[in-house]
């Protein structure tokens, strides 16, 4: 069931819902619902990561700085070789 709420926003914020929701044939009402939705799913998801993270680390799952500083370098190498290819 859908509940009706009421909200304070910026004047450029609801300018650009206003465009986007003219761009795309939705309401205003859709793709706000659709904005929260996604941002109460992206704050539950980064949330739980966090209490995941900090249960292995009180258990000593941790990995060392250098470890971690290793693998970012490979990864970083590697992507900027990805780009200098034809």
């Known amino acids: 069931m859908q509940e009706v ?3 304070r926003i910026e004047r450029e914020i609801k ?3 206003e465009k986007l ?3 795309t044939a939705r309401s205003r ?3 706000a619902a659709e904005a929260i939705r996604s ?6 998801w980064q949330i739980e990561q966090i209490a995941e993270g900090l249960v292995e680390a009180e258990a000593g799952k941790l ?3 250098e470890t971690v500083l290793k693998k ?3 990864k970083v190498a590697d992507s900027m070789d990805r780009k200098s290819r034809p």
Do not use: G, N
């Open 72 to 74: 970012w370098e490979a």
């Open 21 to 23: 929701a003219q761009a």
């Open 29 to 31: 009402s859709f793709l």
């Open 5 to 7: 709420m009421t909200i």
């Open 15 to 17: 300018e650009r819902l």
């Open 39 to 44: 941002y109460l799913d992206q704050q539950a």
């Open 63 to 65: 990995v060392e700085h």
